[in-house]
């Protein structure tokens, strides 16, 4: 299978940050991440902390950047110092951050993360009274750029409060019918003030209006009702996308496409350090590779070795590949690979 039914010609020019469209515009959380640099260490006697830029959909985007393509990113910070760094960060990273605006009234939230390799990562999200990411309003989009944009990508946390669930819904809706546009389950209970069983309604509108869905076992449980991953990616399929990426951590990852083609393959070996983030590099690469117009094995093989690499690596933004490591990665058959400082 080629990803042609998400594709533009490659090689027509992307817009730039001059009012054109972009290759890919994200949707959604952002913050900052505080990780130990200690290992192996409980939360409660780390005395060292890495800061880097952080929330899912900031990170896809980052990812994306890495590999060439021009992005941007739709959220809200705090207007406070940890608001400006993040900022400075999106721009460091080559994302643009136009769509990212203050809210005075809540702060930018912050993320700590314990590190028990190879898959113990507990994470704490310090996102209250609100986090400024779920401010997002309708009237505030900018749905010229996001129904022109080549790939859009928004997440399940969007959900999970107003009014970025109306306004999540309303971009969804916005590129109803445009080649890619793809719904990260992202589900993550604690942001939630519902079960799952709540939240699926939710879901199931996102996915009529999207083109890919991405999730693990367990959030395509939340979404369909399904987990054996074969029934999960027909149940998203039957919901209205066209491509079912369905994540199995250590068994690797599948896709089904509505056509009926596929394809399956396994992880990429890494000695993993930190795992969280390499989902992003994934969905990065995915994007990547399906605007590229690969075929779907292809695609696949690449985004694996995207997050692998990241899981290899302590932060998460920082360590998004470039697409020589990827190829490093590829041919040498592990993800644990050194990192480019650049």
Sequence with gaps: MTAQPYDQPDDQPYDQPDGRSYDLITMGRLGVDLYPLESGV?????????????????????????????????????????????????????????????????????????????????????????????????????????????????????????????????ALRERDGSPLTVFDLDWRPTLWDVPAEKARPLYR????????????????????????????????LAAGVRLAVVKQGPKGVLALSADGTGAEVPPLPVEVVNGLGAGDAFGGALVHGLLAGWDLERVLRHANAAGAIVAGRLACSPAMPYEDEIALALSSGTGTIPEHRR
């Design 205 to 236: 509108e996102a996915l009529r209006h999207a083109t890919v869905a991405v999730g693990n076992v367990d959030e395509c449980e939340v979404a369909t009702g399904e987990r054996e991953p074969h029934a999960a990616a027909r149940a998203l």
């Design 42 to 170: 409980e939360l409660a006697r780390v005395e060292t902390f890495g800061k880097f830029l952080g929330g899912s959909p900031a990170n896809v985007a980052v990812a994306a950047a890495r590999l060439g393509r021009s992005t941007a990113l739709v959220s809200r910070t705090g207007a406070d110092p940890f608001g400006a760094y993040l900022h400075h960060e999106l721009r460091a990273f080559g994302v643009d951050d136009r769509w990212v605006t203050e809210v005075a009234a809540y702060p930018t939230p912050l993320t700590f993360c314990e590190i028990f390799p190879p898959d113990d990562f507990p994470i704490h999200f310090y996102r209250l009274p609100k986090a400024p990411d779920l401010e997002i309003h309708t009237h505030e989009l900018d749905l010229p750029a996001l129904r022109a944009a080549r790939a859009f990508w928004a997440t399940g946390t969007g959900l999970s409060a107003e009014p970025s669930r109306a306004a999540t819904l309303a």
